[in-house]
């Protein structure tokens, strides 16, 4: 049974930084595509990083770009996402799924239909 487990939200200030985790069993993270999306309240459901194949290849939202660092840690079966220079737009629930990948055309990062994902984690970024 595949169960995603995530970590770390919280609450900060703007510039400040936060380290979520998505601890896996049931799957590996070395061999599974995982990803974080995010939902803004009254907003859908958007991928903000994916972190996929062998060669631990990674994609970002361009809102997320420079800011956002994926990793996965092979020894823990974890999958992290570091953010620094939050900014209250990121607020939202943070959640880890997979399989992931980014669009050939719009490099948008989308999760499959069948899937899996975690509960989600609150991040909130205040002024």
């Known amino acids: 049974q595949v169960q995603l487990v995530e970590s770390g939200g919280g609450l900060v200030h703007r510039g400040g930084s936060l380290r979520l985790s998505c601890a896996a069993s049931?799957?590996?993270?070395?061999?599974?595509?995982l990803g974080w999306f995010r939902q803004a309240p009254g907003g859908e459901r958007e991928g903000v990083s994916c972190?996929?194949?062998?060669?631990?290849?990674?994609f970002y939202a361009d809102s997320v770009k420079g800011r956002f660092t994926i990793s996965r840690d092979s020894a823990n079966n974890t999958v992290y996402l570091q953010m620094n220079s939050l900014t209250p737009d990121d607020t939202a629930v943070y959640y880890c799924?997979?399989?992931?990948?980014?669009?050939?055309?719009?490099?948008?990062?989308?999760?499959?239909?069948?899937?899996?994902w975690g509960q989600g984690t609150q991040v909130t970024v205040s002024e």
């Open positions: 972190i996929r194949d062998r060669a631990a290849t990674t």
């Open positions: 049931g799957l590996s993270v070395d061999l599974y595509a």
């Open positions: 799924g997979g399989p992931c990948w980014a669009r050939s055309t719009t490099r948008s990062i989308v999760h499959a239909t069948q899937g899996y």
